[in-house]
């Protein structure tokens, strides 16, 4: 499976952005997808997960409330919608894919075998 990720840019403290992730690739109604970030000299950490049918999410404590993900399995992609973005949301965002079919969705890393590109997020103050 290939994951691509668009979205990114620079946009001011408050301000919006939807990030997209296509994925290539059969089956991709029966996997979790996730969203997590890296930010300079930092680990890569969790942002947000949904469940392979879309009814179940879960968020960082850092975004929540801020962000809202969600899927279209029609189109294959995955979506990260971000808003009153602050400075410390600055980080290079990756799409990733469960490694297994369904289950509940996770925020560790090692649940995800198949990473997107990343796509920069910055945030000016």
């Known amino acids: 499976v290939q994951l691509q990720a668009s979205g990114g840019g620079m946009v001011q403290t408050g301000g919006s952005l939807r990030l997209s992730c296509a994925a290539s690739?059969?089956?991709?109604?029966?996997?979790?997808m996730a969203w997590f970030r890296q930010a300079p000299g930092k680990e890569r950490e969790f942002v947000a997960a949904?469940?392979?049918?879309?009814?179940?999410?879960k968020y960082a404590d850092s975004v929540r409330d801020r962000v809202f993900i969600s899927r279209d399995n029609a189109k294959t992609t995955v979506y990260l919608q971000m808003d009153r973005l602050k400075p410390d949301d600055t980080a290079v965002y990756f799409c990733?894919?469960?490694?297994?079919?369904?289950?509940?969705?996770?925020?560790?890393?090692?649940?995800?075998?198949?990473w997107g590109q990343g796509t920069q997020v910055t945030v000016s103050s």
């Open positions: 949904i469940g392979w049918a879309g009814d179940r999410r």
């Open positions: 990733a894919r469960a490694t297994d079919k369904y289950g509940p969705p996770s925020a560790a890393t090692s649940g995800y075998s198949n």
């Open positions: 690739g059969r089956s991709f109604s029966t996997f979790n």
